[in-house]
């Protein structure tokens, strides 16, 4: 009798950047990978940032254990939070900011509908790093 197939792991399709000081932003490309980079990937105290009061890209700003970033990078995550959302042209855009930990995804919500805590609102102009 053949062996049941284990589901194939999910590879979500991310955006990746570099900010100066080698910090790490990562942003999804569509509602299964917002799903998978918030609430698998995302360490407790990473910074995560989702424009407001519309669709967009979830954006993770790595934190590695024992370093907090300055507020000039963590404006630079949220840019690009605002960058991969509808409001890209806008001048300024309100993004929730907030960490991982408190981000939370809702019983039976639909991919890339998560709950938030603690939310900080950032006014950033979108924008991604210069290659």
Known sequence: MPRPQKPERFQAKL?????????????????QDNDHLSIKLAKPNDWWFHVRGMPGSHVILRVPAGEEPDNATVKAAASIAAFHS?????????????RARYVTKPRGAKAGTVEIRKEKVLKVRPGIPDE
């Open 86 to 98: 509808k409001k890209r042209e806008a001048k300024q855009v309100g993004v929730s900011a907030t």
């Open 15 to 31: 955006y990746e950047y570099e900010l100066p000081g080698g910090w790490v932003v990562l942003a999804g490309r569509g509602d």
